[in-house]
């Protein structure tokens, strides 16, 4: 007789992922919403009217009992029946579903945890499922139930790690997200976005499957659900130290919809497959004023680049990408990610690709700006889609990789202390008895100079300096003086910063007589 596994679809969309990155305590020790450790002995589960039967995978009626542990009540039938239960308890559209392995007779005996269970209207029972039995057992899958009340079927979505008497198991619906964390390690990550049936809320649920007589083939020790624990990760910057399949970094990257994402190895990020990958980071939501950059790893083929202004709860993917390709380098661009899965180039530059170097996408209102090594090469101006969202990573092809990232709020410039130089060449030259019109080389400044103040002083050998202007060119009439009447000048530049620069030379020049 077949389990629910053995009668689902073969095709995989990802890899078995190991088990290599740790998630932080802080993500998986919080406090639940329902919870039970089944301690005493009921037939079927019921607990207070805490728990409901999901019929469509039980045909010949099926159920939970407890006793000390929960487990089928019956032999499995003609039909292959499951026992499965919701919880009645009130969880939010991004919540959890948490199981500890009691015990796993054999192969053909299968446990799980459910998330967005509909708990009513014409997709009754429809979920989404972590299954699984031990080592070499054909069906440790996520998989999606689309269920009506009486009848189901099941699609694939990809394979997860074989199971074990004691593993804390902990499927976690977040946005389009599904993913599962067993015994404190992401195990893998699916986002549904792309998928023709999705469901985005419902309630927390289990399963357990036995192929024959032994009822306590398949137990579950205990169960939680409560509310979907948030990002725990840090999202400013990484080296991509350590390994990791998927990666995960406390729980702060996801792919986006289509893609399988990226894993960790050798101190680089590479794609989890041989085509496209895209990720993003949701630790937080960063603000629109920001930016993205990359440092290259291995550059040998492919290409890949900067993300920035991912839409996290799209069906599709989206955003902006700088894609520098390897292949030829002259046709690297910016793309626009478009929710149907293509990409549209929107400007085409020739890039130098070398291993070490930091490529960054900020993205400012509606300007894109890209910068090499801390230089901005130029800026475009996007059709105003994706005014903000999560940044990220996109790379074509395993032998392009990154050996570090950073992103979150565009740097503000920062304060322009630096003062201009000092006017040079300053002349005085009286052209009538009340006038004297000076003139002087243009001061420098690393931001710009804004104008030039004059001062001035009365006699010959002056020192008491008082400001009579400030002009923005390099020249000045300074009219209403004396006749016959010496006058000294200098003058000083200052920038928008309202630096200012050291002095001129001092000029004088004495009035005529009429």
């Known amino acids: 007789m077949e389990s629910l596994g053995r009668a689902l679809p073969r095709r995989l969309l990802a890899p078995v992922f190991a088990l290599l990155a740790l998630v932080s305590a802080q993500a998986v020790a919080d406090v639940p919403i329902a919870s039970s450790n089944f301690t005493g002995a009921e037939d079927p589960l019921f607990e207070n009217g805490t728990w409901a039967p999901i019929v469509s995978l039980a045909p010949d009626g099926m159920r939970f009992q407890k006793n000390n542990a929960a487990f089928p009540d019956r032999p499995n039938g003609p039909n292959n029946n499951h026992a499965g239960a919701r919880t009645t308890a009130a969880l939010p559209a991004d919540h959890y579903s948490e199981i500890v392995v009691g015990h796993l007779a054999n192969t053909g005996s299968y446990l799980g945890a459910s998330v967005r269970l509909q708990a009513s209207g014409p997709a009754v029972d429809s979920h989404y499922l972590w299954f699984g039995t031990l080592p070499t057992g054909s069906n440790n899958n996520l998989y999606r139930v689309d269920a009506n009340g009486t009848t189901y079927s099941t699609t694939t979505l990809l394979a997860h790690s074989p199971l074990a008497d004691g ?77 990791e399949n998927p990666l995960d970094e406390g729980d702060r990257w996801y792919p986006l919809p289509g893609y399988s994402g990226f894993k960790k190895v050798g101190g680089f990020a590479v794609g989890l497959d041989g085509g496209h990958n895209a990720s993003g980071v949701w630790s937080i939501a960063p603000p629109p004023a920001q930016y993205s950059e990359v440092t290259l790893g291995a550059v040998a083929s492919g290409g890949g680049g900067p993300l920035v202004r991912i839409d996290r709860t799209n069906n599709g993917q989206t955003g902006w990408l700088l894609f520098l390709w390897a292949d030829q380098p002259t046709q690297s661009g910016l793309f626009k990610l478009n929710p149907d899965g293509s990409f549209t180039r929107v400007f085409t530059f020739s890039a130098t690709i070398v291993a070490g170097d930091k490529w960054r996408l900020a993205a400012n209102g509606n300007t894109l700006e890209v910068f090499r090594n801390g230089v901005s090469q130029f800026t475009y101006t ?133």
């Open 167 to 243: 593993d804390r198991i902990r499927l976690i619906a977040r946005g389009p997200v599904i993913y599962g964390i067993k015994n404190g390690v992401r195990d893998f990550i699916y986002n549904t976005g792309r998928d023709n049936v999705r469901y985005a809320g419902g309630t927390a649920g289990m399963l357990a499957f036995i192929p024959a007589t032994s009822l306590t083939d398949a137990t579950i020790a205990s169960w939680s659900g409560g509310a979907a624990p948030v990002s725990s990760g840090g999202w400013t910057s990484s080296t991509f130290a350590g390994a």
């Open 382 to 514: 996007t059709d105003g889609a994706y005014p903000a969202g999560d940044v990220g990573i996109e790379a074509m092809t395993q032998a392009f990789a990154f050996e570090a990232w950073e992103g979150g709020a565009l740097p503000s410039a920062p304060p322009d202390t630096q003062p201009p130089s000092a006017p040079g060449a300053l002349t005085a030259v009286a052209t009538s008895g009340s006038q004297i019109n000076l003139m002087w080389t243009a001061a420098t400044d690393d931001v710009g100079v804004t104008g030039y103040l004059v001062e001035r002083c009365q006699g010959a050998g002056c020192t008491a300096f008082a400001q009579i202007a400030a002009v923005n060119g390099t020249s000045f009439g300074d009219t209403g003086l004396l006749p016959t009447t010496t006058y000294g000048y200098r003058v000083r530049a200052t920038d928008a910063a309202g630096n200012l620069g050291p002095y001129s030379n001092v000029a004088g020049a004495t009035t005529l007589l009429f």
